[in-house]
């Protein structure tokens, strides 16, 4: 497993899971956090990555990935992403149908 910051143009590769929270800087998957929203915070039931449609289990192709900014290819859509967001989204690369990594 990997972050997504860390795939090459080109490579295709798997979520695994989304750590980012856009509204509160990624805590809220701390238990300790969500307490916090228990008790008046704010309420987050996904995180900003996911309503982009980055989820788990969904495949990228990474289209560009100059360091900074990420260009992704998600279910035939271009999204794209800071670096900060990318390095909290863990990936797998995939194979493709000719069974190659």
Do not use: F, P
Not at 18 to 43: M, N, Y
Request: charged fraction near 30%; proline fraction near 0%; glycine fraction near 12%.
């Amino acid at each position: 497993m990997m972050t997504l910051g860390l795939v090459s143009c080109g490579e295709r590769c798997e979520i695994v899971e989304v750590r980012h929270c856009g509204g509160c800087g990624g805590d809220c998957h701390d238990d300790k956090h969500k307490l916090g929203h228990a008790r008046g915070g704010k309420q987050h039931s996904t995180t900003r990555a996911e309503e982009m449609g980055l989820r788990a289990g969904k495949r990228v192709e990474m289209l560009k990935n100059d360091g900074n900014l990420l260009l992704l290819l998600v279910d035939d859509a271009r999204i794209a992403i800071d670096r900060r967001m990318a390095m909290k989204i863990m990936v797998r690369r995939t194979t493709d149908e000719s069974g190659t990594a």
